[in-house]
């Protein structure tokens, strides 16, 4: 069965530090990969989402970037985090782009 | 944008009552989907329907679309304490997906 893992589960960092935040998926292959961001008490926002290794799409102009070096592995960065990057990351995977989403449990990075 | 609303942003019902949520997105879409989040976790898929159904049922759920309205709905039967969570609507648009904001349901004991 297929599963995803994403860590830390929470993270505090002071402003003006890097982040790398990493997923990684399990018994499936070419999945799409997707990295969301969640304030208290709201939605979704779509940061990043990968159709495959190396190609990246940008949702929201801002200090972070992603990178998927391997198939299954997809990773959250930043050369210097802001006050305004603290919330709930997830990473999430699915077949094909209209298919059910499949969603990791979640970083909480807090910003000091 | 083609980001979905949720509606109500809260809900608060007694345990055996049926919960209601809906869901309006603004272009077309090829389906439309129904996640829930537990707090502090991440989502999890509870149904997919397609632009050309009109109604899907699993278990308790029961989620209609109406795509001349732009607009579904989340049926909670017979609701549970353990149904509390937030449910969030999802639209696609090419590769990727627009979730809304959410409604949180809080369903008594």
């Known amino acids: 069965s297929q599963t995803i893992h994403q860590w830390p589960a929470t993270l505090v960092q002071p402003v003006g530090s890097p982040l790398s935040l990493e997923c990684t998926v399990e018994g499936t292959s070419n999945p799409n990969l997707y990295w969301y961001r969640q304030a208290a008490g709201r939605g979704l926002q779509l940061l990043f989402y990968s159709v495959g290794i190396g190609q990246i799409s940008s949702e929201v102009p801002q200090n972070l970037s992603a990178s998927r070096p391997q198939d299954r592995q997809f990773i959250l960065s930043s050369k210097k985090l802001l006050l305004s990057d603290s919330g709930f990351y997830l990473c999430?995977?699915?077949?094909?782009?209209?298919?059910?989403?499949?969603f990791g449990d979640g970083t909480r990075l807090s910003i000091l | 944008s083609q980001q979905g609303e949720e509606d109500p942003q809260a809900l608060s019902i007694q345990e055996g009552e049926n919960a209601t949520m809906n869901c309006s997105y603004k272009?077309?879409?090829?389906?439309l989907q129904w996640y829930r989040q537990n707090s502090g976790r991440g989502l999890v898929h509870l149904i997919l329907?397609?632009?050309?159904?009109r109604e899907k049922h699993s278990g308790r759920l029961r989620v209609t679309l109406d795509t001349s309205k732009k607009s579904s709905s989340l049926l909670i039967t017979a609701s549970r304490a353990a149904d509390t969570a937030s449910y969030f609507c999802a639209t696609d648009a090419g590769n990727q997906f627009y979730f809304g904001t959410g409604t949180s349901l809080t369903v008594i004991p």
């Open positions: 272009t077309s879409i090829n389906n």
């Open positions: 999430a995977w699915s077949d094909s782009s209209n298919q059910p989403q499949h």
């Open positions: 329907i397609r632009s050309n159904e």
